[in-house]
């Protein structure tokens, strides 16, 4: 099949290129012409694991191809996926100016039956105004407006698109729901169809509840640094349960990312339009917000005041294996330590670049062991690979203290405080620590 991706960002970029490697035949468009340069040239603007190769494959062998131009893709292809930002408004509302403008050009350039996919997360009704708005332009074509909502993650998104839990797709008729269901055919994979607004609602409601359980587990660990309890035991023994299952129980300083705040935020805001106060998700962000201020809150106790104090912050991005800093807890962890009179030395494998943007007052050194020179204290804020296999005792000699806190709960605390660290994590407990017990 012949199909277009709107946008050629993360989730644009990522469904164009592995829907080439599906067989279909792609045309990306974006209105960045620096980008659709590198694209041209089969680099990747952003890095996301096995993208380029695949890229460059399915360049060579005119798979895929790029133009700033919506209304070319609109003439040569019957299905169009939108793939453009939908970012928060100042009130959590989604931003929906980019989908507008998409849209309005599709019609523009159309002039036989097309398929439009929403493909980038959009409040639910939606799909039923932008049938309107297609409609006011467009007298005598046929179409349909889809839902097809993405699920990848960072860092794995080839590989979640290739292998996915399940395809979602929503629509109000059938001719669209058997082109969608065709397209995603050579996956193998469990397909889902639903009407629209179901499959619009599917995706805020899929991202809100894995928030939630990360706000959850992040709420038991708080409990458990009260009362010696250990949160990574609590959660092997929690997710056992194969009603709660072992995935996103992991605690630490908190989500990050373009999805999860975002779309908590549209989901409350969807909910008051239709007149519901949706206070559990609220509960949510608060719980988010207090694990990166409890963690400012530790490494200032540990040493008896950040001021005039030299933190090392091992890793920026909002997870591994990706260089996006936006919502990363990284950020309000590094500006309030700044605040708070303290110097911050950082290293991040992937992400320095783009933190220097938002982060322009931090010391950037070129690996973890230059970032330790000389620091009070050192903080684990993403869990790369690469620190997990940090030699510590050379970390512990080029430090001038001791103080070691650990926002993902990367090390065993007993053996980081027999190399004679004095350790904090997320919600742990071991034998011999000094316990604040309150109860
Ligand atoms: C997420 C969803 O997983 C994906 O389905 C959706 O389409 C987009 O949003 P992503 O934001 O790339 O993907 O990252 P994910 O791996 O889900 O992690 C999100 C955040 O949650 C990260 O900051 C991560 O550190 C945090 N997290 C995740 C935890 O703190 N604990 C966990 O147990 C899991």
């Known amino acids: 099949m012949k199909l277009a991706v709107i946008g050629c960002g993360y989730v644009g970029l990522v469904t164009g290129v592995c829907f080439a490697e599906l067989g279909h035949t792609v045309i990306g468009v974006d209105n960045d012409p620096s980008k659709i340069r590198a694209l041209r040239e089969g680099k990747s603007p952003i890095y996301e694991p096995g993208l380029e190769p695949l890229l460059a ?17 609109a003439k040569e292809c019957e299905v169009l996926f939108i793939c453009v930002g939908t970012p928060p408004l100042p009130d959590g509302r989604a931003d929906l100016q980019a989908v507008e403008y998409v849209v309005s050009e599709i019609a523009e350039g159309m002039d036989s039956y097309r398929l439009i996919v929403e ?8 799909g039923r105004w932008l049938e309107d708005l297609v409609r ?30 399940r395809v979602v797709i929503g629509c109000n008729s059938e ?17 889902l169809v639903t009407d629209l607004a179901s499959a619009e609602l599917i995706k805020h409601a899929s991202n809100s509840f894995l928030a939630m359980k990360i706000s959850y587990i992040n709420a038991v660990a708080q409990v ?19 009603r709660i299952g072992p995935d996103f129980l992991k605690a630490g300083i ?15 805001s969807i909910a008051e339009e239709c007149g519901l106060d949706f206070g559990l998700l609220k ?60 110097k911050v030395k950082t290293y991040d494998p992937v992400a320095m670049e783009n933190a220097k943007k938002v982060l322009p007052h931090l010391q950037y050194c070129s690996d973890a062991y230059e970032t330790v020179d000389g620091a009070d204290a050192v903080a684990i804020l993403t869990e790369w690979n690469e620190f997990k296999t940090l030699d510590l005792n050379m970390v512990k000699e080029r430090m001038k203290g001791n103080a070691f806190a650990d926002g993902r709960n990367l090390f065993a605390p007993e053996r980081i405080e027999q190399m004679g660290y004095a350790y904090v994590g997320i919600g742990r407990s071991w034998p011999g620590m000094a316990l604040p017990l309150s109860v």
């Not at 949160?231 to 056992?240: D, E, P, S, T, Y």
């Open 57 to 73: 494959a399915h360049l060579r062998e005119g798979r895929i191809r790029f133009t700033e131009s919506i209304q070319e893709a």
């Open 119 to 126: 493909k980038s997360t959009v409040p639910v009704r939606t």
């Open 136 to 165: 006011s332009k467009v007298k005598n074509i046929s179409f349909d407006i889809a839902s097809n909502p993405e699920f990848l993650r960072e860092g794995s998104a080839v590989g979640d698109f290739l292998h996915p839990d």
């Open 175 to 191: 001719k669209a729901a058997s082109l969608l269901v065709n397209l995603y055919t050579p996956l193998n994979a469990p397909v």
């Open 224 to 242: 458990c640094e009260k009362t010696g309890a250990d949160i990574n035991k609590v959660a092997v023994g929690l997710g056992l349960d194969k």
């Open 254 to 268: 908190g989500y990050g990312g373009t999805c999860f705040p975002k779309d908590l935020r549209a989901f409350v």
């Open 283 to 342: 509960e949510v962000e608060k719980v988010n917000d207090a694990m990166w201020q409890g963690f400012v809150r530790k490494i200032d106790d540990m040493l008896g005041g950040v001021s005039g104090k030299t933190i090392a912050l091992l890793g920026l991005a909002f997870k591994p294996n990706t260089d996006d800093m936006r919502f990363a807890p990284s950020i309000p962890i590094a500006q309030t330590l700044l605040q708070m009179g303290a």
